[in-house]
């Protein structure tokens, strides 16, 4: 059964950087596609960075540039590093992890971008 946690949130001011970090339990890490998500009330969850098995990335083009997804299949973690934070980056983020037509979610963690 996969079980994800994610860690890393806070509250930061504009500028500022914060580092993501979800923690998948099971065996099929390595061969899923790791991914974050956000939502802010009333909106849709939305993709900010995904990296497949192979190490692939693709990003939002309103985090392009300044938010990097990494993975490391050793210790069955991926990481969001976001840099030059904005207030419209506030959200919650989820970790997802998907594996053959099946998505896990992990429970979410806030981010606030204010001064």
């Known amino acids: 059964q996969v079980q994800l946690v994610e860690s890393g949130g806070g509250l930061v001011q504009p500028g500022e950087s914060l580092r993501l970090s979800c923690a998948a339990s099971?065996?099929?890490?390595?061969?899923?596609?790791m991914g974050w998500y956000r939502q802010v009330p009333g909106k849709e969850r939305e993709l900010v960075a995904a990296i497949t098995s192979a190490g692939r990335t693709n990003y939002a083009d309103t985090v392009k540039g300044r938010f990097t997804i990494s993975r490391d299949n050793a210790k069955s973690t991926v990481h969001l590093q976001m840099n030059s934070l904005k207030p419209e980056d506030t959200a919650v983020y989820y970790c997802?992890?998907?594996?053959?037509?099946?998505?896990?979610w992990g429970q979410g963690t806030q981010v606030t971008v204010s001064s």
């Open positions: 099971g065996s099929i890490f390595s061969s899923s596609t």
């Open positions: 997802n992890q998907y594996f053959s037509y099946a998505n896990f």
